[in-house]
């Protein structure tokens, strides 16, 4: 398994803010590091995925937990 340099938990926050603060929390990442982002927000399956597209990051990992959406994202540039 893969071990995330951080973990973003934005459970309880709705659309975009996951991804808003997702953007920001990469942003400090180096390039291979790991972000792991938990959500509730159900929104958030596709918008995470799709900013991964968008921006070029690699998504590991997309699964659901205990109720919460969980995503493994690694920094590519």
Not at 15 to 39: E, F, R, T, W
Request: hydrophobic share 40%; glycine share 6%; net charge positive.
């Amino acid at each position: 398994m893969v071990e995330p340099k951080e973990v973003l938990d934005t459970s309880g926050l709705n659309c975009p803010m996951p991804v808003l603060k997702a953007k920001k929390a990469i942003k400090s990442l180096n390039v291979g590091d790991v972000l792991k982002i938990i959500a509730t927000d159900p929104g958030s399956k596709k918008d995470i995925p799709a900013w991964t597209r968008v921006t070029g990051q690699e998504l590991l990992e997309e699964k659901e937990e205990d109720g919460k959406f969980v995503f493994l994202v690694k920094k590519a540039k």
